[in-house]
T-cell receptor, first 114, second 113 residues
């Protein structure tokens, strides 16, 4: 399995509070992604990164920000959590070309916003 | 906008059967297609990646085919086992600089012992 960890694995928070989720990789892959998975919507891309300090928006980026100050870490911040952000969040990584373009996923973070 | 559809949504088969899972996509300008499995409460495990120039990929009892022009991919599982029970997801990456995957909603497979 690709070396991807996510923290925390579970979190309960209240509406209006900021939340930061962390993704850490040991594979030295260039690309990192944040997805959310919801019943009826499947997996949708929130943000992704193509290098240190290089990020771009995905399909459902409103209310989220990201930062990548080191190759191995990609942070997802919910600036002011809302109940609609209750979801399972997955981080993924991939390499630059060929078979290394396979996206590998972390174990996920279950977030409940009350 | 790319849309990915997986049919059927759920499938139950007896152990030992060969089976085919289907994935279709609306925009044929894809760069690659990836199949994943997801066990309940777990992350996604990559099974196979097919580049747009390839017709199929094989890994053990799994074989994935790609017909880019018709917007279809199939995942063939030979001699199914109860341990194959999971949700299978296909995802496509478009032929652009962006590397985002667009996912189907998955096929939930149950293999009965």
């Amino acid at each position: 399995d690709a070396g991807i960890t996510q923290s925390p694995r579970h979190k309960v928070t209240e509406t209006g509070t900021p939340v930061t989720l962390r993704c850490h990789q040991t594979e030295n892959h260039r690309y990192m992604y944040w997805y959310r998975q919801d019943p009826g919507h499947g997996l949708r891309l929130i943000h992704y990164s193509y290098g240190v300090k290089d990020t771009d928006k995905g399909e459902v980026s409103d209310g989220y920000s990201v930062s990548r100050s080191k190759t191995e870490d990609f942070l997802l911040t919910l600036e002011s959590a809302t109940s609609s952000q209750t979801s399972v969040y997955f981080c993924a990584i991939s390499g630059a070309s060929g078979v290394s373009e396979t996206q590998y996923f972390g174990p996920g973070t279950r977030l409940l916003v009350l | 906008k790319q849309e990915v559809t997986q049919i059927p949504a759920a499938l139950s088969v007896p152990e030992g059967e060969n089976l085919v899972l289907n994935c279709s996509f609306t925009d044929s300008a894809i760069y690659n297609l990836q199949w994943f499995r997801q066990d309940p409460g777990k992350g996604l495990t990559s099974l196979l990646l097919i580049q747009s120039s390839q017709r199929e990929q094989t890994s053990g009892r799994l074989n994935a085919s790609l017909d880019k022009s018709s917007g279809r991919s199939t995942l063939y599982i030979a001699a199914s086992q109860p341990g194959d029970s999971a949700t299978y997801l296909c995802a496509v990456r478009m032929d652009t600089g962006r590397r985002a995957l667009t996912f189907g909603s998955g096929t939930r497979l149950q293999v009965q012992p």
